[in-house]
């Protein structure tokens, strides 16, 4: 893993962060409390992916924000399980900071969405009540 590209098909970005991730926690194993981070972190990470498959095939506009914004908090959630899991590990410092640059670009990213959204929404309120 050397740079996650910068791809704006975020299916196949989520997907790819999700594989490198499992690939940095198979490579690592320890303790009870290793563990329990991983496992945290594997649920989070790859929730991200399939979050946002679930927005893919959403039934509506507030399904769609509600699941981006479910992608959002999950990447979050990931951040702060990479940051636990670089104190087991500070020799696995460079691969951590690969995966939280790119969760870091992808909390952006939701963010965004879930703006323009939010302004999507506010428009059409404002024009419906005219």
């Known amino acids: 893993m050397n740079q996650f590209p910068k791809k704006y098909d975020l299916e196949e970005r989520t997907a790819t962060f999700g594989e490198e991730v499992i ?28 979050n946002y498959m679930e927005a893919n ?19 979050q959630e ?4 990479l940051r636990m899991l ?25 963010q965004k969405i879930t703006n323009s959204l939010k302004n999507k929404i506010g428009k059409l309120e404002i024009k419906n009540s005219m």
């Open 78 to 81: 990931t951040k702060h399980w």
């Open 57 to 75: 095939g959403a039934s509506s506009r507030n399904d769609f924000r509600n699941k981006i914004y479910i992608c959002k908090k999950e990447s």
């Open 23 to 50: 690939r940095l926690c198979n490579k690592i194993s320890g303790s009870y409390v290793s563990q329990v981070i991983i496992k945290q972190l594997m649920r989070s990470s790859t929730s991200i992916g399939a």
């Open 86 to 110: 670089l104190i087991l590990y500070p020799n696995k410092k460079e691969e951590i900071k690969l995966l939280n640059n790119e969760v870091q670009s992808l909390i952006m990213i939701f």
